[in-house]
């Protein structure tokens, strides 16, 4: 495995690769890290691909960004075409979880030809309710609740978590982990204010622009109400040739499995280079 430490504009991205072949490049979710999107598994640098991680600005292992408001998708795409440029990689299959699923859209919408394929793990970016008051609200409350209290902090403004009994230990168990993986917590809590008032496009409709290989991976409600599947099933209905995954019901969701999430992208990854 290889590490590297990528500037940009100041920022330094702390970044791992590992495997050859196919380029494909993981994006965590806000306040996760690289290691959240399939959870450890090795199976894609096994089968032949060339994984990369890394972790967003102000996260993990990475700087904050120099200002607190510069955590929008604008940031957050070009931080990626900075990863993509500093690995030499021209193209690649890029698989990202909520934030992540937002950001390689971005990329996708505005610098098609560093795309051979998505995977949109869970997003959650709706237009018609990005600015609701209640919504940013929550955000800034679980902000404030991290800046102020720190991980314990940040799980008493989360609540219990909305989701059936047998799994809100194991959530409020992941969030506490996810949290101590960080540097610089007090970025996280600046990011926590600031994606989720940014915009990685105007309209669903935008997305019918994208002609990749695409496979969008939406949760049911009752596992994770935060991502809702009708956003996963409009983002799919959007993009021309979209693959839609959804969970069996009563079974622990494909979003959480990193052993099932590979073969989705490994999936995507043969069908991109086939179409190239």
């Known amino acids: 495995m290889a590490e590297h430490l990528i500037d940009r504009s100041g920022v330094r991205l702390s970044a791992e690769e590992e495997g050859e072949g196919t380029p ?10 690289r290691r959240y999107v399939v959870m450890g598994s090795s199976s894609l640098q096994r089968s032949g691909h060339r994984v990369v991680s890394y972790d967003a600005r102000g996260h993990g292992r990475s700087d904050p960004a120099e200002e607190p408001a510069a955590y929008t998708y604008r940031d957050l795409g070009a931080d990626l075409a900075a990863v993509l440029d500093r690995l030499e990689i021209d193209r690649a299959v890029l698989a990202g979880a909520s934030m992540g699923a937002h950001t390689i859209l971005w990329l996708a919408l505005n610098a098609v030809e560093r795309v051979a394929g998505l995977v949109l793990i869970t997003p959650a970016y709706d237009p018609e309710v990005n600015e609701d008051p209640e919504r940013l609200a929550r955000w800034d409350a679980l902000a404030d609740g991290l800046e102020r209290g720190g991980v314990e902090g940040f799980v008493a403004a989360y609540g219990t978590p909305q989701v059936p009994e047998r799994w809100q230990e194991t ?13 610089h917590p007090g970025a996280v809590a600046d990011a926590l204010r600031a994606v989720p008032r940014s915009r990685p496009f105007d309209r669903i409709q935008e997305l019918g622009e994208i002609s990749v290989p695409v496979a969008v991976v939406a949760s049911g409600d009752e596992a994770d109400p935060g991502h809702p599947q009708a956003i996963g099933e409009a983002y799919a209905a959007a993009i021309p040739g979209a693959r839609l995954i ?3 019901p009563g079974r622990s969701p494909i979003a959480w499995q990193g052993s099932q999430l590979s073969k989705v992208i490994a999936a995507v990854a043969e069908q991109a280079m086939g179409s190239s």
């Open 246 to 248: 959804t969970d069996e």
């Open 24 to 33: 494909v490049v993981l994006l965590h979710g806000l306040t996760a890290t």
């Open 171 to 183: 959530v409020v168990k992941v969030i506490r982990q996810r949290l101590s993986q960080h540097e």
